[in-house]
């Protein structure tokens, strides 16, 4: 009886984790989704009083609101693309190579992080004023291209080292040159391992708000430093249509990749070798 | 980081003659843009900044000593810490940094809980239900932070689904909206995912013989996960919790949305300090002190990266 016992409460309790985390996870997102279609609200009514979608109109038809989405969809692919160009040969080197400083240089990319994104920003100032990269679409690019190098180098490094050397060898025996096995063998199979960072640095270029905020206000505003505005100056569910469009790459994006991320991709990178 | 620069710069005159030591050259090559990023817009702001601090207001500096109010001078080449007295002798400075603290550790503690109980279900029990909680568990990823802060205000708020909710009963929930509660919620709920990945493929990897020989030798779950489980992952928990803490004690949006005014993170206080009292030196001072404590943290994170490779016989 006591293993009958054991084995009801062993259920209950993965039931009560599994709510929890459901309603901890999901719970904030759908109850904002829900504003965003809501005419009024009272409390304590767990759904709105009436439906609409004229907070849709809203959010269409301001102007301010549509030049952010253009500036989001135009800054955040060049990061990307600057980004792979500077960091993908250097994740090669690191998965490849042995050179004095590797280790250095590999820890030196990730204590960036360790500084508060806040107080960087706040020390980028002077520089960027001595350089006149303030208020500049190359000054937004390089404060969000910051976030992104921890993803785009260590992730793609790890993918790049876990291509078996044999395969590669193989194909030299075979005959093919070295820049094919580069591009047919190595890269091919490292590929996954490049889209996860791509990935993870176009969330965090698309994401970042407090140093775009600082280097572009008031003439380069993105979505979420429009947000920072939104929030303040019209109605909650405004925001809150603003958050679903503002989710949107974010989720295709990571819904393209998912496999790969949960795959191990990701925490594979973030282990120094 | 200058001898190593020294120590190549000597070699391609003979790089010809030794191939390792001019693949050891072309790697550094390759290393070096995303390095030089950082060094000139991390690494020279931050050098620059720890200057600022201490009143040497020369150079690049200039600019910001002129616009900055209370601003401490060095005298000469003797450095000031006025700055760091203003600072450490506010009241609200020492509030900030125990909220900071407090934020951070409570934040992390959910985490690895949370993170830990899905990697131990689908570990030991496996099925459908763990393999949908741990696809629930990475959604945050998917969400921009301003939208994550925002959802869990108003999830939380006087008017929420939280109250909302205890209302039904006749029970009047608490606020957290505007409250620490808020910002370690908020904090908790970002960082998530990426606990989740690391521990879980930490888990995963360990293989399925161990834990069942254990089994068979007649050890209880808790026995499995406390002498098998818990060392076999170690290096990926570190990772997680080190992550996590320096992600959470440093942050800026979540306490800046969901947060109350005061006390309130050093994150947010060092912003306000720069941007609306325009004292950059204490917003300096500040940043610093919080850069020591994640340093603190990252420092851990290292030493477990070297433990294990040291172990696998790497170095």
């Not at chain 1, 075979?174 to 960072?197: D, K, N």
């Not at chain 2, 009143?55 to 209370?70: D, E, H, K, P, S």
């Not at chain 2, 020989?213 to 996960?225: E, L, M, S």
Request: hydrophobic share 55%.
């Amino acid at each position: 009886m006591p293993r009958a016992i054991s084995a009801v409460l062993r259920t209950t309790g993965a039931t009560a984790f599994a709510i929890t985390l459901l309603v901890f996870v999901l719970g904030p997102l759908l109850w904002l989704g829900a504003h965003a279609f809501a005419g009024s609200w009272t409390y304590p009514n767990l759904l709105p009083d009436s439906w609409t979608l004229r907070w849709w109109q809203t959010v269409f038809t301001d102007p301010a609101l549509g030049s952010s989405v253009q500036n989001s969809l135009l800054i955040t692919p060049i990061v990307v693309i600057v980004s792979a160009t500077v960091c993908l040969p250097a994740a090669y080197a690191f998965a490849r190579f042995e050179f004095p400083g590797r280790r250095l240089f590999l820890i030196g990319l990730f204590a960036t992080n360790a500084f508060p994104r806040m107080g960087l920003f706040a020390t980028l100032a002077s520089l960027y004023y001595a350089l006149g990269l303030m208020n500049t679409i190359a000054g937004v690019v390089i404060v969000q291209l910051l976030g992104t190098i921890v993803f785009m180098t260590w992730i793609p490094a790890a993918a790049f080292a876990a291509v078996p050397r044999s395969l590669e060898e193989a194909a030299r025996d075979a005959g093919a040159s070295r820049a094919r096995v580069f591009l047919t063998v190595t890269l091919r199979l490292a590929l996954p391992g490049i889209l996860v960072g791509a990935v993870m640095a176009f969330l965090a270029a698309f994401d970042e708000a407090q140093g775009t905020y600082l280097v572009g206000a008031p003439d380069i505003l993105t979505m979420p430093t429009e947000m920072y505005s939104l929030v303040l100056n019209y109605p909650k569910q405004v925001a809150a249509v603003f958050s679903i469009l503002l989710a949107v790459p974010s989720v295709v994006l990571l819904l393209a990749v998912r496999k790969h991320v949960m795959g191990g991709q990701l925490a594979e990178g973030f282990q120094i070798k | 980081m200058a001898a190593i620069i020294a120590t190549t710069a000597a070699t391609p005159a003979d790089r010809s003659a030794h191939p390792a030591r001019r693949s050891a050259v072309a790697g550094f090559l390759l290393a070096l843009p995303p390095v030089v990023v950082i060094a000139l817009f991390v690494g020279v702001p931050v050098i620059l900044a720890l200057a600022f601090s201490v009143g040497f207001t020369g150079g690049l500096n200039t600019v910001i000593a002129a616009v900055g109010q209370n601003v401490h001078r060095a005298d000469g080449i003797v450095p000031s810490f006025g700055a760091y007295g203003d600072v450490f002798t506010t009241e609200a400075f020492w509030q900030d940094l125990a909220l900071t603290l407090a934020v951070t550790v409570a934040s992390t503690a959910i985490v690895v809980v949370l993170a830990g109980g899905i990697g131990l279900f689908l570990r030991l029990q496996g099925g459908r239900l763990a393999r949908v909680l741990s696809v629930i568990a990475i959604v945050p990823l998917f969400i921009p932070v301003v939208i994550a802060s925002w959802a869990i205000l108003t999830f939380y708020a006087a008017d929420g689904f939280l109250r909302s909710l205890l209302a039904q009963f006749g029970i009047e929930g608490p606020v957290w909206s505007y409250t620490a509660v808020a910002i370690v919620i908020g904090s908790a709920w970002t960082s998530l995912p990426f606990a989740v990945l690391m521990i879980t493929s930490g888990l995963q990897s360990i293989p399925d013989a161990l834990i069942e020989a254990a089994r068979d030798a007649g050890a209880g779950t808790v026995r499995i996960v406390r002498t098998i489980l818990l060392p076999m992952s170690a290096v990926p928990l570190v990772i997680a919790v080190t992550f996590t803490a320096i992600g959470v004690i440093g942050s800026y949006t979540v306490p800046y949305f969901t947060g109350p005014n005061a006390p309130t993170m050093l994150g947010v206080s060092l912003a306000s300090y720069f941007t609306s009292y325009n004292q950059p030196q204490q917003s300096l001072v500040m940043a610093f002190v919080v850069f020591l404590a994640a340093a603190g943290i990252g420092a851990l994170y290292v030493w477990a990266n070297f433990r294990s490779a040291r172990r696998e016989g790497r170095i």
